[in-house]
């Protein structure tokens, strides 16, 4: 009976996956009847009509059709992902490119859905493993498939004579067309493997010209746009440094031809990863392009025994026919739908004031308190106390790792602060780093072994401080542990979560050798799983992500995180210029944008209140400027326009961007609107650099409103010039324009529409 069913099994890989030689039909037949969990998997579900018996996938959602299916050979290969197709279309099983030459075989250029280091490949591999045998060939081939729901699909892949299995996970947004891809590779050998490389997912585009965008940075200087054609080779995008990184963000976006902020065919994808990443942008030799991205394989190793099994992060990507403006908007409406923990109705951010450039690490209960006082008076929601409040906490160089109230500062705890704050119906938030120690401190005089560290060599210190393994269970016991503690004995509605240098020395010498660099996965997971257990347990808190600035931005960090910090640089003009980046990958929503003094601390560059104020408006608004220095007309510019942010809020950080004049490539003009969903508002801020020779602000003409629709114009803060109507058609404001009445050096203004 044994024989007959395996001849049986052999007979239908021999059915569906003709090419296959007999040896390899033998291997896989025999090692899939060897697996209980296979042995039912006869036929493939979610299929849609295709060529013999090979399945064939489609997803489709938005204005997105995504398929995929099972070619000659029996490897999983992408068919085709752009504009909806209709819903009687015919896809075709796919068929694997032809061999073009001895030197680029067909297993190079047939665009696999995740293709394993085998076989002679040269391209970015999906998976690479290592045997205990010393084998590395892998060779991924189609088992089964399910259908979890209408717009998901699981499919089943298999090395052709070892026990590994992949399971690629698909679920696309009926709305927006984003797709959610991910891996689970398990093995089932009876000796452990190596996985060296592991990729959430591969994305494939069709020979044509292609134009790159990505966002790079440093401290200080975060979220540059980069454009550049796409050639033959790689470009590579990642951080090796334990975190996302201010260097590379784990966004791309791919444009057509042509394809420009609001025209033409735009691929875009945002790697949900807040440790090492890689994301590998190829084109290869007959000019298709691929999109691989996952855990960074520098310095990687994840073992795996009998049964284990790793989980990747998620690659989310998607489609859009209406340039980068339409891809950022349906990503940064998917991400608040379906990301961040409110979704997917995220209330908008609490107006904050922060502490830090008024008093630094110089806290007092007082001192603290009077600025309560005038925070409040500015109609601000929410007071946040920064860094100094704890330990030893007097500079930067101790007390990082002592998370107890500093009793010189605060003799009867929190309590006393809390209530005032509250008192001035604002509510209370505070600054913590939880994964960092300084030497300095009580923690690390007592656990040493808790830092990241490789025995017997130098701990590189990094503003004078060291990273805790988070991936030891006693250190995530420990930080979870006071932080509980903190928010369980106070009324605390907010962490300024902040992570303040990159890794070194990534030892856990906790574990066996072979095991340690699983600290790169590990790590991130009991960060995750910190954030997640606290937001159970204190539904009430909201956090904010927060690495000396935008080094700790990514969509799986959001998914814990309410908010974050894009960049310790708070100069108006470079802000301008970083929200425009920041925008195309991350919603307005989640941006936080501050007002701080002037001249600014960076550039030492002076500018107004009203220009600073307006900048900041066009994310979630915060104070952080030195109240007890401002002036009281400053102090007056900043309660008038809280007020007016107050009112149009909602539309400004959940509303649909249009970037209307960008402020990148040296321009003079800077132009945003936001339009709200239902089309009943929108809000549109306007700033000149520098004008020159008399000439104003050029015609501006508007987008996304409702053309039949009439709308009253009114001022935020500025003027148009003499003629413009007060109200006008949704029509008149996109076709013929708004002349506005702007000169001069780092002027701003604000204007509102209402459908009347």
Request: one cysteine or more.
């Given at each position: 009976m044994a024989a007959n069913?395996?001849?049986?099994?052999?007979?239908?890989?021999?059915?569906?996956?003709?090419?296959?030689?007999?040896?390899?039909?033998?291997?896989?037949?025999?090692?899939?009847?060897?697996?209980?969990?296979?042995?039912?998997?006869?036929?493939?579900?979610?299929?849609?009509?295709?060529?013999?018996?090979?399945?064939?996938?489609r997803l489709d959602g938005g204005n997105t059709t995504y398929a995929f299916g099972v070619n000659e050979r029996g490897e999983l290969q992408q068919i085709y992902w752009g504009g909806k197709l209709g819903a009687g279309d015919t896809i075709v099983a796919p068929k694997a490119d032809r061999e073009a030459a001895s030197f680029d075989s067909s297993y190079n250029t047939t665009p696999q859905e995740y293709v394993g280091w085998g076989a002679g490949l040269f391209q970015e591999a999906a998976l690479k493993i290592t045997f205990a045998d010393g084998n590395r060939d892998l060779v991924l081939h189609y088992v089964s498939s399910s259908k979890p729901d209408e717009h998901s699909i699981d499919v089943v892949l298999k090395d052709i004579s070892r026990a590994v299995l992949v399971t690629l996970h698909y679920k696309m947004d009926a709305e927006s067309g984003i797709i959610a891809r991910s891996a689970t590779i398990e093995n089932h050998e009876a000796k452990p493997i190596m996985i060296e490389q592991a990729a959430a997912a591969a994305f494939a585009l069709p020979p044509a010209h292609y134009t790159l965008s990505y966002l790079t940075g440093r401290w200080g200087g975060e979220w540059t746009l980069n454009q550049e054609t796409i050639h033959q080779g790689q470009r590579v995008l990642?951080?090796?440094?334990?975190?996302?990184?201010?260097?590379?963000?784990?966004?791309?976006?791919?444009?057509?031809?042509?394809?420009?902020?609001?025209?033409?065919?735009?691929?875009?994808?945002?790697?949900?990863?807040?440790?090492?990443?890689?994301?590998?942008?190829?084109?290869?030799?007959?000019?298709?392009?691929?999109?691989?991205?996952?855990?960074?394989?520098?310095?990687?190793?994840?073992?795996?025994?009998?049964?284990?099994?790793?989980?990747?992060?998620?690659?989310y990507a998607g489609y859009s026919h209406h340039g980068m403006g339409g891809a950022s908007r349906l990503l940064n409406h998917f991400?608040?739908?379906?990301?961040?923990?409110?979704?997917?109705?995220?209330?908008?951010?609490?107006?904050?004031?922060?502490?830090?450039?008024?008093?630094?690490?110089?806290?007092?209960?007082?001192?603290?308190?009077?600025?309560?006082?005038?925070?409040?008076?500015?109609?601000?929601?929410?007071?946040?106390?920064?860094?100094?409040?704890?330990?030893?906490?007097?500079?930067?160089?101790?007390?990082?790792?002592?998370?107890?109230?500093?009793?010189?500062?605060?003799?009867?705890?929190?309590?006393?602060?809390?209530?005032?704050?509250?008192?001035?119906?604002?509510?209370?938030?505070?600054?913590?780093?939880?994964?960092?120690?300084?030497?300095?401190?009580?923690?690390?005089?007592?656990?040493?072994?808790?830092?990241?560290?490789?025995?017997?060599?130098?701990?590189?210190?990094?503003?004078?401080?060291?990273?805790?393994?988070?991936?030891?269970?006693?250190?995530?016991?420990?930080?979870?542990?006071?932080?509980?503690?903190?928010?369980?004995?106070?009324?605390?509605?907010?962490?300024?979560?902040?992570?303040?240098?990159?890794?070194?020395?990534?030892?856990?010498?906790?574990?066996?050798?072979?095991?340690?660099?699983?600290?790169?996965?590990?790590?991130?997971?009991?960060?995750?799983?910190?954030?997640?257990?606290?937001?159970?347990?204190?539904?009430?808190?909201?956090?904010e992500s927060c690495s000396g600035g935008g080094g700790r931005v990514d969509l799986g960090i959001l998914h814990y995180t309410d908010e974050v910090w894009?960049?310790?640089?708070?100069?108006?003009?470079?802000?301008?210029?970083?929200?425009?980046?920041?925008?195309?990958?991350?919603?307005?929503?989640?941006?936080?944008?501050?007002v701080t003094d002037s001249p600014h601390w960076l550039n030492n560059r002076l500018t107004s209140m009203t220009y600073r104020m307006l900048v900041s408006m066009e994310g979630s608004l915060g104070i952080g400027a030195n109240l007890n220095k401002l002036s009281n007309d400053d102090l007056a510019t900043i309660k008038r326009l809280t007020a007016a942010y107050h009112e149009v809020q909602k539309t400004?950080?959940?509303?649909?961007?249009?970037?209307?004049?960008?402020p990148t490539n040296g321009s003079e003009f800077t132009a945003t609107e936001m339009v709200s969903a239902d089309k009943s508002q929108a809000v549109f801020f306007v700033y000149v650099h520098s004008t020159q020779e008399g000439r104003g602000f050029p015609r501006l003409q508007l987008m996304g409103l409702d053309p039949a629709a009439t709308y009253s114009l009114s001022?935020?803060?500025?003027?148009?010039?003499?003629?413009?109507?007060?109200?006008?058609?949704?029509?008149?404001?996109?076709?013929?324009?708004?002349?506005?009445?702007?000169?001069?050096?780092?002027?701003?203004?604000?204007?509102r529409l209402d459908k009347r």
């Open positions: 069913g395996d001849c049986l099994l052999n007979s239908r890989i021999l059915k569906t996956f003709p090419s296959l030689s007999f040896a390899r039909r033998f291997a896989m037949g025999v090692a899939i009847a060897s697996l209980p969990v296979l042995l039912a998997a006869a036929a493939a579900h979610g299929q849609t009509p295709g060529s013999g018996d090979r399945p064939v996938f990642e951080s090796r440094r334990g975190s996302t990184g201010h260097q590379n963000n784990p966004w791309f976006a791919i444009g057509k031809g042509d394809a420009d902020e609001e025209h033409g065919e735009m691929w875009f994808g945002s790697l949900a990863w807040s440790g090492s990443w890689r994301i590998t942008i190829e084109q290869d030799t007959l000019d298709k392009v691929r999109v691989t991205g996952g855990f960074n394989p520098f310095d990687f190793g994840y073992p795996l025994k009998q049964g284990e099994k790793l989980e990747t992060p998620v690659f991400t608040m739908m379906h990301v961040l923990p409110q979704a997917p109705n995220p209330k908008p951010r609490p107006v904050i004031y922060n502490s830090w450039e008024a008093t630094e690490m110089n806290v007092t209960e007082a001192g603290q308190e009077a600025l309560a006082e005038k925070a409040a008076a500015l109609g601000i929601d929410r007071f946040v106390m920064d860094d100094g409040w704890f330990g030893q906490r007097k500079t930067d160089h101790a007390g990082l790792g002592d998370w107890y109230v500093n009793k010189e500062k605060f003799p009867n705890g929190l309590k006393p602060l809390i209530d005032k704050v509250h008192s001035l119906k604002m509510d209370f938030g505070l600054w913590v780093e939880p994964e960092m120690v300084n030497p300095d401190s009580d923690l690390y005089r007592k656990h040493p072994e808790w830092v990241l560290n490789f025995p017997g060599r130098p701990r590189n210190e990094q503003r004078t401080q060291l990273v805790l393994n988070l991936a030891r269970p006693d250190v995530r016991e420990y930080v979870f542990g006071f932080l509980d503690k903190l928010l369980s004995e106070n009324q605390i509605a907010f962490l300024k979560w902040d992570y303040n240098r990159n890794w070194s020395e990534p030892g856990w010498d906790q574990l066996p050798a072979n095991e340690q660099k699983k600290v790169y996965v590990e790590f991130t997971r009991n960060l995750y799983s910190i954030l997640a257990e606290l937001r159970a347990k204190h539904p009430g808190v909201e956090i894009p960049s310790d640089n708070t100069d108006p003009l470079d802000r301008l210029t970083q929200q425009d980046g920041f925008t195309r990958a991350y919603p307005v929503e989640v941006m936080l944008s501050w400004i950080t959940q509303g649909d961007l249009y970037r209307l004049i960008s001022s935020i803060e500025g003027k148009t010039e003499e003629g413009t109507p007060a109200q006008a058609s949704g029509a008149w404001w996109m076709n013929h324009g708004i002349d506005l009445d702007l000169r001069g050096d780092f002027q701003g203004a604000a204007f």
